[in-house]
């Protein structure tokens, strides 16, 4: 069973930043893809920031349009934890925030997308005020 807890939500003005972190059950090496995606109230669930933590391309990174230049993700494998470092915040960066990973090489569907990845996280809230 893997277990993914996200920490590090809160709420902060336009332009601040926070850091965001999720700690997983197994090491990160028993993953391929790992990534953060948000939700926003009535909104779908959109792939934020995603890197390949082990395996061909390790280390790879690939970021929303949206988000590029202003959020960082990483990996601590030390302690088995996803990073997602966020500066800049904007108001429409508001939502919350879900970890998420899969240990199965998934091809044929975007990195991005939601349907690559098998475990979740419940998420943690990230709000910005203008």
């Known amino acids: 069973q893997v277990h993914l807890v996200e920490f590090g939500g809160d709420s902060v003005q336009a332009g601040g930043s926070l850091t965001l972190s999720c700690e997983a059950s197994l090491s990160l090496f028993s993953m391929y893809d790992m990534a953060w995606f948000r939700q926003a109230p009535g909104k779908q669930r959109e792939g934020v920031a995603r890197?390949?933590?082990?395996?061909?391309?390790?280390?790879?990174?690939l970021y929303n349009e949206a988000v590029k230049g202003r959020f960082t993700i990483s990996q601590d494998n030390g302690k088995n934890a996803l990073i997602l470092q966020m500066n800049s915040l904007k108001p429409e960066d508001t939502g919350t925030y879900y970890c998420a990973g899969d240990r199965r090489l998934t091809s044929g569907v975007g990195y991005l997308d939601r349907r690559r990845y098998e475990y979740w996280g419940q998420g943690t809230q990230v709000t910005v005020s203008s």
């Open positions: 890197i390949r933590t082990t395996g061909p391309g390790a280390g790879t990174k």
